[in-house]
């Protein structure tokens, strides 16, 4: 392998010849070893965003030529159009603040753009990294930037997948909306309710989630761009935010805001936090979801049988014929990993000092992973899972005729002590409450019917 000499702060760094990435980034990689995955494709689109629009921001501000600034541009439009993707090499998780990826992004979009010029890779003295491509910028405004940019974009498909499960329910809780069964409390016997009120209340659920996640969402929209190090604003030129905020805006195709305290900004992360809070207090009601689900398709012979689920695979590699809730299991871990995600960003959200919160990368790793979960498999889990759910009928039906908690019915007409024997005697005699009460002439069958439907 041929290799080219670069130079930065610390000295020369031997980089692969026909790599666009610089000396920073040669240092990183070694370091950086940790996840084994590269960093999202939303991060690195973020970032390209960012740097586009603070060249337009500086050559409108007069603080770069034309030239330079032309050539940082169409370097960041190659990238966005799908090029140069592979030369980002830095781990999602890496140094605090994210600087080796803001200076992977910095050198590739460098060495980009030095060939617009018809220069060669790491000829720095006519495109620096730093001087001309990270020019009015910090590490530290721009990567808290690119995670509300990156989180945004990710939540564009998140939104959608959850309104597909919440449709899914609401359809089935109308097909289910006649079939009573037993409900449950503490695991046992309970008053009669329909499956498809229980299917409804779970669509309210995640409904309520879902308006909590987009309230959240909102917050995102304030962005810290121009704070540079410490939200001052150091080092930028009169007029430069607004405009780089309203280009990251127009190409993004988000409505992005100024942080009013661009302080807060940088060493604040309640708006992703409360966003992670959200996506945590949805996964705890999917997992309720996938928990009732497993118990209702349990059996067939042993256990409750009141669903039918629908076969994806075989079930077993040892007992034929075995069907297994596998996608209620699969979003199980779904909603486990979101929760563990939550609880490394509430710990990285509390863990900043003074004027910057430095534990960025991993807290948008979590939050990345998060939405990516959540977009890829609930359209998944809601057709061909939900969607194909069945009723058992007659087994619903049965344990409604044979559970004698369906005495409480009676209570008013018979009183609570009398309800209470019936109760005993049902369990002891294996006869229903139906058969009881009517052998005991305390009702009419037909009254009995009134009462149980």
Same mark, same amino acid.
């Given at each position: 392998?041929?290799?080219?000499?670069?130079?930065?702060?610390?000295?020369?760094?031997?980089?692969?010849?026909?790599?666009?990435?610089?000396?920073?980034?040669?240092?990183?990689?070694?370091?950086?070893?940790?996840?084994?995955?590269?960093?999202?494709?939303?991060?690195?689109?973020?970032?390209?965003?960012?740097?586009?629009?603070?060249?337009?921001?500086?050559?409108?501000?007069?603080?770069?030529?034309?030239?330079?600034?032309?050539?940082?541009?169409?370097?960041?439009?190659?990238?966005?159009?799908?090029?140069?993707?592979?030369?980002?090499?830095?781990?999602?998780?890496?140094?605090?603040?994210?600087?080796?990826?803001?200076?992977?992004?910095?050198?590739?979009?460098?060495?980009?753009?030095?060939?617009?010029?018809?220069?060669?890779?790491?000829?720095?003295?006519?495109?620096?990294?730093?001087?001309?491509?990270?020019?009015?910028?910090?590490?530290?405004?721009?990567?808290?930037?690119?995670?509300?940019?990156?989180?945004?974009?990710?939540?564009?498909?998140?939104?959608?997948?959850?309104?597909?499960?919440?449709?899914?329910?609401?359809?089935?809780?109308?097909?289910?909306?006649?079939?009573?069964?037993?409900?449950?409390?503490?695991?046992?016997?309970?008053?009669?309710?329909? +499956?498809? !009120?229980?299917?409804?209340?779970? =669509?309210?659920? @995640?409904? *309520?989630?879902? $308006?909590? /996640?987009?309230?959240?969402?909102?917050?995102?929209?304030?962005?810290?761009?121009?704070?540079?190090?410490?939200?001052?604003?150091?080092?930028?030129?009169?007029?430069?935010?607004?405009?780089?905020?309203?280009?990251?805006?127009?190409?993004?195709?988000?409505?992005?805001?100024?942080?009013?305290?661009?302080?807060?900004?940088?060493?604040?992360?309640?708006?992703?936090?409360? +966003?992670? !809070?959200?996506?945590?207090?949805? =996964?705890?009601? @999917?997992? *309720?979801?996938? $928990?009732? /689900?497993?118990?209702?398709?349990?059996?067939?012979?042993?256990?409750?049988?009141?669903?039918?689920?629908?076969?994806?695979?075989?079930?077993?590699?040892?007992?034929?014929?075995?069907?297994?809730?596998?996608?209620?299991?699969?979003?199980?871990?779904?909603?486990?990993?979101?929760?563990?995600?939550?609880?490394?960003?509430?710990?990285?959200?509390?863990?900043?000092?003074?004027?910057?919160?430095?534990?960025?990368?991993?807290?948008?790793?979590?939050?990345?992973?998060?939405?990516?979960?959540?977009?890829?498999?609930?359209?998944?889990?809601?057709?061909?899972?939900?969607?194909?759910?069945?009723?058992?009928?007659?087994?619903?039906?049965?344990?409604?005729?044979?559970?004698?908690?369906?005495?409480?019915?009676?209570?008013?007409?018979?009183?609570?002590?009398?309800?209470?024997?019936?109760?005993?005697?049902?369990?002891?005699?294996?006869?229903?409450?139906?058969?009881?009460?009517?052998?005991?002439?305390?009702?009419?069958?037909?009254?009995?019917?009134?009462?149980?439907?």
């Amino acid at each position: 392998m041929k290799y080219r000499t670069d130079i930065d702060s610390l000295g020369k760094v031997q980089i692969p010849a026909d790599a666009y990435y610089g000396p920073f980034t040669g240092r990183a990689i070694k370091q950086y070893h940790v996840t084994g995955s590269k960093s999202h494709e939303n991060l690195i689109k973020s970032f390209v965003m960012i740097k586009r629009s603070a060249a337009v921001a500086n050559m409108r501000t007069k603080a770069i030529d034309s030239k330079r600034g032309k050539a940082i541009v169409a370097a960041c439009d190659k990238i966005l159009a799908g090029k140069y993707r592979d030369q980002f090499l830095v781990d999602a998780i890496n140094s605090g603040a994210g600087t080796a990826f803001n200076m992977n992004s910095n050198e590739v979009i460098s060495n980009v753009a030095l060939e617009i010029l018809h220069k060669k890779r790491g000829e720095y003295e006519h495109l620096h990294p730093n001087d001309h491509v990270n020019m009015s910028q910090s590490s530290n405004d721009t990567f808290p930037t690119a995670m509300h940019v990156a989180i945004l974009l990710n939540m564009k498909d998140t939104i959608p997948a959850i309104d597909t499960l919440i449709k899914s329910l609401t359809k089935k809780s109308k097909e289910f909306s006649s079939f009573k069964k037993i409900g449950r409390t503490h695991l046992m016997d309970a008053l009669p309710v329909t +499956l498809g !009120s229980e299917f409804a209340a779970i =669509a309210t659920s @995640i409904t *309520k989630s879902r $308006n909590v /996640i987009v309230a959240a969402t909102k917050e995102l929209q304030y962005v810290a761009l121009g704070g540079t190090a410490v939200g001052t604003g150091a080092n930028t030129p009169k007029g430069y935010r607004k405009i780089a905020i309203t280009e990251l805006g127009k190409i993004s195709k988000l409505s992005l805001k100024p942080e009013k305290d661009m302080q807060h900004g940088l060493q604040s992360k309640f708006a992703v936090a409360n +966003l992670s !809070s959200a996506l945590r207090n949805l =996964a705890l009601e @999917i997992n *309720k979801l996938a $928990n009732d /689900i497993r118990l209702m398709a349990s059996g067939p012979i042993a256990g409750l049988a009141e669903l039918g689920i629908p076969a994806v695979h075989a079930g077993s590699s040892i007992m034929p014929g075995k069907v297994n809730p596998s996608l209620a299991e699969c979003m199980n871990m779904v909603c486990f990993n979101i929760i563990g995600n939550d609880t490394a960003v509430a710990h990285a959200a509390q863990s900043g000092q003074f004027e910057l919160n430095v534990m960025l990368p991993g807290m948008l790793k979590c939050m990345l992973e998060s939405t990516d979960m959540l977009k890829n498999f609930l359209p998944i889990f809601s057709a061909n899972l939900i969607d194909g759910l069945t009723a058992n009928k007659e087994k619903l039906r049965a344990d409604i005729e044979n559970s004698p908690v369906i005495v409480t019915l009676l209570t008013p007409k018979i009183g609570y002590l009398k309800s209470a024997e019936l109760f005993k005697e049902s369990l002891k005699s294996g006869k229903t409450i139906r058969e009881l009460v009517v052998s005991k002439k305390l009702l009419s069958s037909k009254e009995v019917d009134s009462l149980f439907g």
